[in-house]
């Protein structure tokens, strides 16, 4: 027990990799479950067949950068560190224990200069997405979404103010669509056309580090710059069918249908249903998602209301006569549809001057109460209802056991809290090759059970 153990280190032994990783390790399964064959195709095109140096193997290229999501080492030198001396990772590469490994350079210079500013990884994550369905993995009939923020690499104190054209709808033409029709009928002329301003400006705080990273200002939330991985989410396993990055400042619902419509058309998925929560809860999102005949399933925010006024779920509207009811029985009638498709109903002055309501009602100088109802409140009260029922409450539990627990996996396990990188493009990059890594390890471990 006592005597000096005599040194191992220049002792030939005769192993196998096969030996050394255990039966039941990730990269196994992994290695088992998918199939990764179609990226030797899918960047094809990228490579030059008769000039230059041979080049690695794309599919160990790309093996390796999955590694070190799966496994979250963020950075690459270190990942080339672990792969020199982890016999599990040399087996999942096909690399012998004397193979030299490649250069740390060598992954970020193809990233940086062959993939760069190409949909290679969008392809690459859409295939899994479809192996994932060819396996029953991914049932498409209740999906997801919700974002998360990424800290940017950038200093919030690095900054300058920047004037940029003012950010429209991106529903817009729906919108002024919708409008025109309501005055069309209600007997309202149309409204003349909004001249284009030369100068339609707003300004905005922009990084000098990162700008294309956005100022995130949201109530709960970090301030400073961040970018926002909007995320779709299947209701079967939690597999993830979409990933969208961008800035920080930009709306949950902006981005939002265009997403959807993706999803619908590139996997052919038919949702009964959609999760999402009260940020999305928009009138004009509500019929739009009730037009691609799915049931929009979405939490609520209570409105913030002055201190001791009335809200407005004390005036009933009629729909027979399209008017409110106040609490004091006058009918607040219609009056007009404006240029943000709102319908606005008034009060009568006289009427509303000698009500003792009056104070609690409006503190409007000429004592008259205006309502708006949008064009589309039919669409997002028929979501509020879903939202009440039975069915609809066990939908939207689900959220927190798909979409955010996905996210809670990907900060925790996979570096998701951060940016690794500088730019939309590149953090777009990131938020596809997280998502192809938790898929692939969830993948194999729902095979392997």
Not at 189 to 194: G, I, R
Request: contains cysteine; hydrophobic residues 35%.
């Amino acid at each position: 027990m006592l005597r000096d153990t005599s040194p191992q280190q220049y002792q030939l032994e005769m192993v196998t990799l096969e030996q050394l990783v255990p039966k039941d390790h990730l990269v196994r399964k992994i290695d088992t479950a998918i199939d990764f064959e179609f990226i030797r195709a899918e960047v094809a095109h990228l490579y030059c067949k008769d000039n230059g140096r041979p080049a690695i193997d794309p599919v160990v290229l790309f093996k390796i950068m999955l590694l070190g999501y799966v496994f979250g080492v963020p950075s690459e030198r270190r990942l080339m560190q672990e792969i020199e001396v982890n016999v599990a990772y040399r087996w999942f590469l096909r690399l012998s224990l004397t193979d030299k490994v490649p250069d740390a350079s060598t992954l970020s210079q193809n990233r940086i200069r062959r993939f760069n500013g190409t949909d290679v990884f969008q392809r690459i994550f859409d295939h899994i997405v479809e192996q994932a369905i060819s396996r029953h993995l991914i049932g498409g009939r209740t999906l997801y979404t919700d974002s998360t923020h990424l800290k940017a690499s950038a200093n919030k104190g690095k900054s300058i103010n920047k004037l940029v054209s003012a950010s429209t709808s991106a529903y817009i033409r729906q919108l002024n669509e919708a409008v025109e029709e309501e005055r069309k009928v209600a007997g309202k002329k149309p409204l003349k056309e909004k001249q284009e301003q030369v100068c339609e400006l707003q300004s905005i705080k922009s990084s000098t580090t990162d700008p294309d990273s956005g100022f995130m200002t949201r109530e709960g939330k970090p301030q400073g710059f961040f970018y926002l991985d909007h995320r779709t989410v299947d209701g079967k396993h939690g597999l993830i069918t979409d990933t969208f990055a961008t800035p920080g400042n930009v709306h949950d619902s902006q981005p939002y249908l265009a997403r959807l419509d993706r999803q619908l058309e590139r996997f052919d998925l038919n949702p009964v249903a959609v999760g999402l929560d009260a940020g999305y809860n928009t009138a004009m999102l509500c019929h739009l998602i009730q037009e691609r005949q799915i049931e929009p399933v979405m939490g609520y925010r209570r409105p913030n209301k002055g201190k001791g006024l009335l809200r407005k779920s004390a005036f009933s509207y009629e729909k027979d006569s399209n008017s409110y009811l106040c609490p004091q029985g006058q009918s607040l009638q219609y009056s007009t549809t404006n240029r943000d498709g709102y319908h606005e109903y008034k009060s009568d002055p006289a009427i509303c001057r000698n009500c003792p309501l009056l104070k609690q009602c409006t503190r409007s100088k000429n004592q008259t109460k205006v309502l708006t109802r949008h064009v589309f409140e039919q669409a997002k009260e028929a979501a509020n209802q879903t939202r009440l029922s039975a069915w609809g409450k066990k939908i939207y539990q689900r959220r927190k056991e798909t979409v955010e627990r996905s996210f809670a996996d990907a900060k925790q396990h996979h570096g998701h809290r951060y940016a690794r990188f500088r730019g939309l493009q590149n953090v777009q990059m990131q938020c596809l090759m997280a998502g192809t890594a938790q898929n692939i390890k969830k993948m194999a471990l729902l095979l392997a059970a």
